[in-house]
């Protein structure tokens, strides 16, 4: 009824490919970003601010970085938690070796440095795939762990191994309350949405998804292989760099190896999974998946007023939020993307969907 | 409908419920100091976590039955952390907020550097009894860190001490080889810088031997145990760490009579399993076990035998269940340190309670009267030492409980004062922080 879009006419070029062609799409992502930047800061709590919004935004921007080399790519990786780290040790290192680095540079340069180390650990995937090229990604997991707790250097002679960081500022500007925090994340998360969203709809996206779905095929029709692994690995690693100097900087302020482990791969792996391969969107909602709901399975026997022990409400929650897990990819394998994509289709048709 | 709309149903209803995840709002009530109580129950540390935390709960209760803080009634919930950082920080954003919140114990070591940066802005104090940053000991710098009764450089100082006495003294230690295998995390890494000076000053050789976190996978670190052939072992495990590393000892041939445990490797959980190969380990101790303590006593008359207890009764006493008695009565005393000063019977903020921490005063007699008698030393702090005691033990596993103890220890201040106020200094310079003005101390 409301989400129709007879009557909307594309006349030129432009208007036939920007990233939403329908007029309420438009409306409901400026509406979101409104509610994100205005409204939230303004109503939210602290505690949701801090310690539910910023990770979330966090882990969707690398989320986001993974989906383009396994959703739109086809390469799977299991190194996404040692970019992370990367990132976040580089960005470290620039900050407190550098006087004076302003914090977007160093959590930029971060970004690059897990870009170098992504290509790097990229290059077998010009001779392997698969579960092979996951095995093997899986190696940069252990090397960064390896690296960034035996060699000292890296983490500035830091005697117990872990590192903080204190008294951020942009331009002047503190990064310290919440409020803060939250926009300085989101903001990030926003262009780099952009760009992702840009990217694969321009040349190089096509190759990427040309060399997922059959890469002999693309090379045969002139896309060099090499190009466009290495290319979705450096873009996917630049951005997963970018959200691990975040996690640390921001989220947690001082971290050591463990906060990027081998779990955090895991876990941004099934956020993608679950909120969609291939899917701009669906790493977003993975991301809420996969951060509100074992929050949410935790709380609820409290407001349910049930008092069950710490232990069995933890392992309640792991057991359900398996099954949960389970009990999507059964009734849609395409993850909470396609879900959302069926539900517009059926919007559009209403009230007669079929 | 199908399975598809059900689906589409369950999103929504999940996205619903989802706008309902607001922090429950406990009303403010009236006399009611609120401990937030960061655990873990589940994971590989759980084994050495829950008793902690049993321990913790059973004090809390116990005090409520016997009229509370001068009046005021303790209420607490716990949240699980699983150990890991992040869960922490969500655990603390989560609780910090609740009216009388007192004070937080992070229970790890990496949760605890977390904190550290943010307990400043929120002025709520961090106890970390026995682990945490052992830097923190200097009040001057850490305004908001009290790593009570030992810092892991002082337990590595005491077992120093402890084999250079058995040795015959400690000009003996020269060109003996010590191992540390320890426990690749903030918390196994404490330890090394002081065991280096350690190793300057007293000649021994130290080599490090890293074991990756859980702790399950020791082949490779033994195996250079049985190459090296060290005169002593020092354990810095945790959880499955420890009794792995009592297996690996077995098996390896290593005597466990060498072995020297951290006093976070020195509980029942740790030598369980390995029971009567275990015989000879030594560990540190922070405090006795049994249910002899008056307190302990107290306890199961006033919670276990009502029915109220927290985990299984013959738990009740053990090691880590009475350091965990011993962290909530530290907390306790403090929140009444600071009553006699800002008014009893009242609900003291966060501030309050630092204050109550930073002077506390338990000497001999009133550790008698609370029922502490002969389970742990006096503790007193100062603005500028935020230890406030940093005497131990060793104790010895006799195949089937903890025993022998030793004399009391306390750490060299000799090594470790220096070495505190130049590690804390580096802190401060990192942070840009400056020390605290005299007049800061009265506050």
Same mark, same amino acid.
């Given at each position: ?50 310690? *539910?919004?910023?990770? =979330?935004? +966090?882990? &969707? #921007?690398?989320?986001? /970085? $993974?989906?383009?080399? %396994? ?45 170098? *180390?992504?290509?790097? =650990?990229? +290059?077998? &995937? #010009?001779?392997?795939? /698969? $579960?092979?090229?996951? %095995? ?63 990217? %694969? ?154 | ?443």
């Amino acid at each position: 009824m409301f989400y129709r879009e007879n009557g909307q006419f594309k006349s030129s070029y432009r208007a036939d490919q920007q990233i939403f062609p329908i007029a309420q799409d438009r409306i409901a992502i400026l509406v979101l970003l409104l509610v994100a930047f205005v409204v939230v800061p303004m109503g939210v709590s602290d505690y949701w601010m801090r310690a *539910i919004l910023t990770p =979330f935004l +966090i882990l &969707s #921007l690398a989320a986001l /970085g $993974l989906n383009i080399l %396994v959703g739109y790519c086809g390469q799977i990786s299991l190194g996404t938690g040692a970019f992370m780290a990367v990132g976040a040790y580089a960005a470290y290192n620039f900050q407190v070796r550098i006087d004076g680095m302003p914090l977007i540079a160093s959590l930029l340069l971060g970004g690059l440095c897990a870009t170098v *180390i992504g290509v790097l =650990f990229g +290059i077998p &995937s #010009l001779r392997i795939k /698969g $579960l092979y090229l996951a %095995v093997a990604t899986l190696a940069a997991q252990f090397f960064t762990d390896w690296a960034f707790l035996r060699i000292q250097w890296f983490t500035n002679n830091s005697s117990s191994g872990s590192v903080s960081v204190a008294g951020l500022n942009v331009f002047g500007v503190p990064i310290e309350s919440p409020v803060q925090k939250y926009l300085f994340c989101l903001i990030f998360v926003v262009v780099f949405a952009l760009l992702a969203k840009n990217l %694969v709809r321009s040349a190089i996206g096509r190759e990427w998804m040309a060399m997922r779905d059959m890469d002999v095929a693309a090379a045969v029709i002139g896309i060099r292989p090499v190009y466009a692994k290495l290319t979705a690995f450096a873009v996917s690693s630049f951005i997963v760099g970018v959200a691990g100097a975040l996690w640390g900087f921001i989220h947690l302020g001082a971290w050591e190896p463990a906060a990027f482990s081998i779990d955090r791969s895991f876990q941004l792996l099934f956020m993608v999974i679950i909120g969609g391969l291939g899917s701009i969107m669906g790493s977003f909602f993975g991301a809420a998946f996969i951060v509100l709901l074992p929050l949410f399975l935790n709380q609820l026997p409290g407001w349910l007023g049930f008092s069950i022990s710490t232990a069995l409400a933890s392992h309640l929650e792991t057991m359900i939020f398996g099954a949960l897990i389970v009990f999507f990819l059964i009734v849609e394998p395409h993850g909470l993307a396609r879900l959302w994509s069926t539900a517009k289709e059926k919007l559009r048709l209403w009230p007669f969907p079929h | 409908m199908t399975l598809k709309s059900l689906a589409l149903t369950a999103a929504l209803v999940a996205t619903t419920l989802g706008t309902a995840l607001a922090p429950s709002l406990v009303q403010a009530q009236a006399k009611e100091q609120f401990f937030p109580l960061l655990v873990y129950r589940t994971g590989p540390y759980a084994p050495n976590g829950t008793p902690w935390a049993n321990g913790k709960q059973d004090y809390i209760k116990y005090v409520n039955a016997t009229g509370g803080m001068n009046g005021v009634k303790i209420t607490y919930e716990e949240c699980e952390t699983g150990y890991a950082t992040d869960k922490g920080v969500e655990c603390y954003e989560r609780l910090k907020g609740r009216p009388g919140v007192a004070l937080f114990d992070p229970q790890a070591t990496g949760i605890t550097f977390a904190l550290t940066d943010k307990v400043p802005t929120d002025k709520i104090p961090l106890i970390t009894l026995g682990y945490g940053l052992s830097a923190s000991q200097d009040g001057g710098v850490f305004k908001w860190n009290f790593p009570l009764m030992g810092s892991y450089w002082t337990a590595a100082d005491i077992l120093i001490q402890h084999i250079g006495k058995k040795e015959g003294g400690m000009d003996k230690l020269k060109g003996k080889k010590i191992a540390l295998v320890y426990h690749d995390s903030p918390f196994g890494k404490e330890p090394i810088p002081l065991l280096q000076e350690r190793a300057k000053q007293n000649g021994f050789e130290l080599s490090l031997i890293p074991v990756t976190a859980p702790g399950v996978e020791q082949k490779s670190a033994w195996l250079q145990v049985r190459q090296s052939r060290p005169d002593f072992v020092l354990l810095w495990g945790w959880g499955v760490m420890n009794s792995t590393a009592l297996k690996e000892a077995v098996a390896t041939g290593y005597p466990r009579e060498k072995m020297y445990g951290v006093w976070w490797a020195g509980a029942e959980p740790d030598v369980k399993d390995v029971g009567a190969n275990a015989k000879g380990y030594n560990a540190l101790a922070l405090n006795t076990s049994g249910t002899q303590p008056k307190v302990i006593q107290d306890i199961l008359k006033q919670v276990h035998d009502k029915g109220q207890g927290t985990g299984p009764k013959d738990e009740v006493g053990s090691v880590l269940y009475t350091r965990g008695v011993i962290i909530q009565m530290l907390t306790i005393e403090a929140v009444k340190r600071a009553q006699e000063r800002f008014g009893k019977g009242k609900v003291m903020t966060g501030e309050q309670v630092r204050w109550g921490m930073e002077n506390l005063a338990l000497d001999q007699k009133k550790l008698d009267a609370l029922g502490f008698s002969g389970v742990m030393r006096p503790v007193s702090t100062s603005c500028q030492d935020h230890m406030g005691s940093t005497w131990a033990r060793v104790h010895t596993w006799d195949g089937a409980k903890w025993g022998g103890m030793s004399d009391w220890y306390e750490a060299d201040s000799q090594i470790i004062k220096p070495m505190v106020k130049a590690a804390a200094d580096k802190y401060a310079g990192e942070k840009k922080l400056t020390r605290r003005e005299a007049a800061d101390c009265q506050s």
